[in-house]
């Protein structure tokens, strides 16, 4: 069993910058490919970034190309998405998520399926 806690939603103005944490603890020494996901009230939920085990590949949804960085820490265990330039329409509760894959693997994971363990998530307000 992974545990994923994500941190650092909040309420902020359009144009402004969050950055948001998720820590795995538990079986954190398997390998993991990461991925962030969001859904917004009345949508579904729907991949934002996504992050290959050995970080050679990442994935970024068009909406958030060039505004979003994702990036981990396996030392820490944990990942952060670094997001700038907010934009009302990111407002979203947005979760972290493990899949499970191979060690130095270089592929990431675009479907919610195909990961195993998320975290609770955090609320992001982007106010115009």
């Known amino acids: 069993q992974v545990q994923l806690v994500e941190s650092g939603g909040g309420l902020v103005q359009a144009g402004g910058s969050l950055s948001l944490s998720c820590a795995a603890s538990g079986r954190t020494f398997s390998p993991y490919a990461m991925g962030w996901f969001r859904q917004a009230p009345g949508k579904e939920r729907e991949l934002v970034a996504a992050?290959?085990?050995?970080?050679?590949?990442?994935y970024y949804a068009d909406s958030v190309k060039g505004r979003f960085t994702f990036s981990r820490d396996n030392d820490k265990n944990t990942v952060y998405l670094q997001m700038n330039s907010l934009k009302p329409e990111d407002t979203a509760v947005y979760y972290c998520?493990?899949?499970?894959?191979?060690?130095?693997?270089?592929?990431?994971?675009?479907?919610?399926?195909?990961?195993?363990?998320w975290g609770q998530g955090t609320q992001v307000t982007v106010s115009s």
């Open positions: 992050f290959s085990w050995s970080g050679a590949n990442t």
């Open positions: 998520a493990a899949a499970v894959t191979s060690t130095g693997a270089n592929y990431y994971y675009t479907e919610a399926v195909e990961y195993r363990y």
